[in-house]
């Protein structure tokens, strides 16, 4: 594979090359691995940030028809929107609750449009990877705004907190003040709570329930890197469309506040610290699963378990097995 040539057609928008390099990262051979940073490599010159929207809720919340509508909107301004999705059910059933194309029907229509389903991967970390990988090709793709989805269970919101430049979490309307079980954690990374399905029959309980959650929000420490006013909740109505223009028009605001302020760049570079540090771990990871180390831990194991070494003796060993003896 020419991989110049692969980076050169990315860079003139063909979506096509764009998802062939998506295939690239997800492959976990070694081979397209090298390929896949080689590209990413060539890419990386070309500098162009698209904003980075997180968006996660429950299943039947309303993403796939939130994003349908916003994404039409945002293109209707003349913007190119990607979606990928970061799906942990696949991680454990190989099944596939998000991501399924044929849930953006109009969207993915678009020429403006790439809408990629996440992968079935064996665990977080490799997905993790590989959609972050796939944000950056989405960028030198040309595309201006990248959503990137995520159903609301484990880990995986904090995964695509960690590559988005805005957050955002869709809520559906609940009677009561019970505030949907949402969890601190996740109240604590947003930066805006849609409540969507805010119409008809359901427009006043969303309205509640967005009041509630803009009280809960109140509640929340106040961090630098928010203007005065966020993080804040709003209502939506995904199939109405109402709200959406006043959601976009907040997100612009809380970035271009965030560009003009530092805080913009500075989030950047931190996610690239942190994923940097990820990267190792992974590699780590994966060098213990090598047979050769395989088989000195199954014997270091043994030589600890029947008091021969110490634990700490024996890791020493493995360590330097891998090539990682660490001093001190
Ligand atoms: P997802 O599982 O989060 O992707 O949710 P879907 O987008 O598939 O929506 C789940 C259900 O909620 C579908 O029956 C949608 O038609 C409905 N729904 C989504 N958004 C709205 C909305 O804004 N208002 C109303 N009334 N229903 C909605």
Redesign the pocket.
Request: aromatic letters at 6%; charged letters at 20%; a positive charge.
């Given at each position: 594979m020419d991989i110049q040539d692969l980076a050169g057609r990315i860079q003139n928008g063909e979506r096509r090359a764009l998802a062939r390099a998506i295939t690239l990262v997800e492959s976990g051979r070694s081979d397209h691995r090298a390929q896949a940073g080689e590209l990413l490599e060539a890419l990386k010159p070309a500098g162009r940030q698209a904003l980075r929207i997180g968006l996660s809720?429950t299943?039947?919340?309303?993403?796939?028809?939130?994003i349908e509508a916003f994404g039409m909107h945002l293109i209707a301004q003349g913007l190119r929107v990607a979606v990928l999705a970061v799906d942990p059910s696949s991680a454990r059933s190989g099944g596939s609750i998000l991501g399924d194309k044929t849930?953006m029907e109009s969207l993915s229509r678009e020429r403006n449009a790439f809408i990629r389903p996440s992968p079935s991967q064996a665990q977080m970390g490799g997905v993790a990877r590989r959609t972050r990988e796939a944000v950056a090709l989405c960028e030198a793709a040309g595309f201006d705004v990248v959503l990137i989805e995520t159903v609301g269970v484990g880990q995986s919101e904090t995964v695509v907190a960690e590559m988005s430049d805005l957050f955002l979490l869709l809520i559906a309307p609940a009677g009561g003040d019970e505030l949907q079980g949402v969890k601190r954690g996740i109240m604590e990374i947003a930066d805006l709570i849609l409540v969507?399905?805010a119409?008809?029959a359901?427009k006043d309980t969303a309205t509640r329930t967005c009041a509630d959650y803009a009280g809960a929000l109140r509640l929340l420490r106040k961090r630098p890197q928010d203007p005065e006013g966020f993080p804040k909740a709003l209502t939506v109505?995904?199939?109405t469309e109402d709200g959406l223009e006043k959601a976009w028009g907040e997100m612009q605001a809380l970035s271009d506040w965030r560009r003009e302020n530092g805080h913009w760049d500075r989030r950047r570079a931190d996610q690239a610290r942190h994923w940097f540090e990820e990267e190792v771990r992974l590699r780590l990871l994966a060098a213990l699963d090598k047979p050769a180390a395989r088989a000195a831990l199954s014997s270091l194991g043994q030589d600890v378990a029947g008091g021969q070494m110490s634990p700490s003796h024996a890791a020493e060993q493995m360590l330097d097995l891998l090539g990682t003896s660490q001093a001190g």
């Open positions: 809720g299943p039947g919340v309303g993403k796939s028809t939130f849930r969507n399905k119409d008809g359901l109505s995904a199939v």
